[in-house]
């Protein structure tokens, strides 16, 4: 008897249509396939819309925009991360000294 979480587990096949570029297919899981389709969707409506707000340059050109936009967002994302969690260290070491300090 198979369970969700071994079929989630499995890998299947993904085909990924960026852009006007060849599709391409890698392997994934279930589970990982929605935010694989989220993601694919959003680059392709970005990059609609930057070869739609520059129409002379090329479809290179909109999707090393989309690439930078996307990569951009990464490393902020990451930054404030890294500050949560430094935020959240820093907090829990106060805690620590004030419950300490109640003994």
Do not use: C, G
Request: glycine fraction near 0%; aromatic fraction near 10%.
């Amino acid at each position: 008897m198979h369970t969700m979480k071994e079929d989630n587990k499995k890998l299947h096949r993904f085909t990924a249509k960026i852009a006007d570029v060849e599709p391409f297919v890698f392997s994934i899981t279930l589970a990982e396939e929605p935010i694989f389709r989220r993601a694919a969707y959003h680059v392709n409506e970005l990059w609609q819309k930057m070869q739609k707000d520059q129409p002379s340059k090329s479809s290179h050109y909109a999707l090393a925009k989309v690439a930078l936009a996307f990569a951009e967002l990464y490393y902020r994302k990451n930054e404030q991360l890294a500050v949560q969690s430094r935020l959240l260290e820093d907090f829990e070491k106060h805690l620590d000294r004030i419950l300490l300090s109640m003994e």
